[in-house]
């Protein structure tokens, strides 16, 4: 979502309310492509936000990045090509059990044409060395962090997936608290991965897109979020989150679940449930995720259990936010199993951007 990252991330993320200031995000609205796999820099906030998991010679690992857009009306009548109209963020993250922690790095900065850019004709998010870009029907993830760096194609296998109604998200009880969103599961994922110390590895593996943009994203009793992409055996998909309010309620809450071949069915604010079982305490921070949760679809089960325990992700620095975005295993109904990540955002502190 969040990411938000989101963030964020949302994905992606952020507690967000609105104004006339940025365009509205209504129901109804249709969906076109590749123009809306772009930027739509009239809206408050928007994220592009891959994850995925891999296969490595020493095991699986998870991976993940998001880029933020952030419209920043204050700058609109500078006429400068400098001002700070669009702002672009960056998390990326890899969750690699043989490390035992995740390594992390970010970026942020005013768009510049031709060094921090997002084009509003296709997906092509740069930031200096780190970009998500179109290449024919898939997509080119390049990241360079201080401790590690991957070079990723991600081809899609599927359809798009419109989250919601037709990419109309509903994140909360009045109806502007709204995204467009739409997913992309079961990207087939391959290329290289380095770590620092000269380590390089061919990987294989699959990855989700999420894309979602808004301009009031949350209640005002919101705190944060849980979120849950993945990939299943098979080739279905799995998509679900709760928003949660300062006294813990759930103030909304969706599901989509795609089996192969078939329409995928939806939940919206009903029949969607997610039961922490197991918390880990991060070391650093001293707060408490819920890592291990069982997630109640419809009175059908899908247990979450992390790929490792500390994934957690201090993005203070630029976005501002602090929050547990982690490689998770799924075992779901009938013995379907898949691999996805798991968002958990408010727990330290109320999520803002």
């Known amino acids: 979502m969040r990411r938000a990252a989101a963030i964020a991330a949302l994905a992606a993320c952020a507690l967000l309310t609105g104004g006339a200031a940025f365009d509205p995000v209504t129901p109804g609205a249709t969906l076109h492509f590749p123009g809306d796999a772009g930027a739509h820099p009239g809206y408050r906030i928007e994220w592009w936000y891959v994850t995925g998991q891999v296969e490595s010679p020493h095991g699986p690992v998870g991976f993940q990045v998001t880029f933020f857009r952030v419209a920043n009306p204050d700058a609109r009548a500078n006429p400068s090509r400098f001002s700070p109209k669009q702002l672009l963020f960056a998390h990326a993250a890899l969750a690699d059990p043989a490390r035992g922690r995740l390594l992390e790095d970010q970026r942020s900065a005013r768009e510049l044409e031709g060094l921090v850019e997002a084009s509003t004709e296709d997906t092509a998010v740069r930031l200096d060395d780190w970009s998500l870009v179109r290449e024919g029907a898939g997509y080119r993830a390049r990241v360079q962090g201080a401790e590690f760096a991957f070079d990723l194609a991600l081809e899609p296998t599927q359809p798009v997936l419109l989250e919601g109604d037709r990419g109309f998200s509903r994140k909360g009880p009045a109806a502007a608290q709204a995204s467009y ?83 995928p069915g939806r939940w919206e604010n009903h029949g969607v449930r997610f039961r922490p079982r197991r918390t880990w305490k991060s070391p650093r921070t001293g707060t408490d995720y819920p890592i291990a949760m069982d997630v109640e679809i419809d009175d059908r089960l899908w247990r979450l259990d992390p790929l490792m325990d500390d994934q957690e992700l201090d993005a203070r620095a630029s976005t501002g936010t602090l929050y547990w975005e982690g490689a998770v295993r799924v075992e779901g109904p009938d013995g379907l199993r898949g691999r996805g990540y798991l968002e958990l955002t408010g727990y330290a502190e109320r999520l803002r951007l």
């Open 181 to 263: 969103y739409y997913s992309e599961p079961q990207l087939a994922a391959s290329g290289r991965i380095r770590w620092s110390g000269g380590r390089e590895a061919t990987v294989r593996g699959f990855a989700w897109l999420d894309h979602e943009w808004s301009s009031e994203m949350l209640s005002g009793d919101a705190v944060g979020w849980d979120w849950l992409g993945a990939n299943l055996e098979g080739g279905g998909a799995l998509m679900a989150f709760r928003i949660r309010g300062r006294d813990g309620a759930v103030l909304w809450s969706a599901a989509a679940w795609r089996k192969p071949g078939a329409e």
